[in-house]
């Protein structure tokens, strides 16, 4: 087999690896804002002021299990490197 061509593009080594981390977390505040809009809307008679606290609630709590639970506990992956 020889050597590896070293004209060959390898992403790994040339991509920029914090990217996957700003793909990974746009990703989730998208998911988490929309869930959380569609969540509150299901629930009647609140006012405006209470709307936004559940909407905020609601979205932290997806970046709580995301980060905290899923991706460090069950993936053993670390927040930060």
């Known amino acids: 087999m020889g050597k590896a061509n070293p004209y060959v593009h390898i992403p790994k080594e040339s991509f920029p ?6 793909v990974e977390c746009v ?14 809307n299901t629930f009647e008679g609140l006012t405006t002021e209470q709307h936004n606290y559940v909407i905020t609630g609601i979205f ?3 970046f709580l299990i995301w980060y905290v639970l899923i991706r460090s506990i ?5 927040i930060l490197r």
Do not use: E, G
């Open 27 to 40: 990703a989730l505040i998208v998911i988490a804002f929309f869930s959380a809009v569609q969540i509150t």
């Open 60 to 62: 932290a709590s997806f």
């Open 74 to 78: 069950i993936l053993k992956k670390k």
């Open 17 to 22: 690896s914090w990217i996957w981390y700003a």
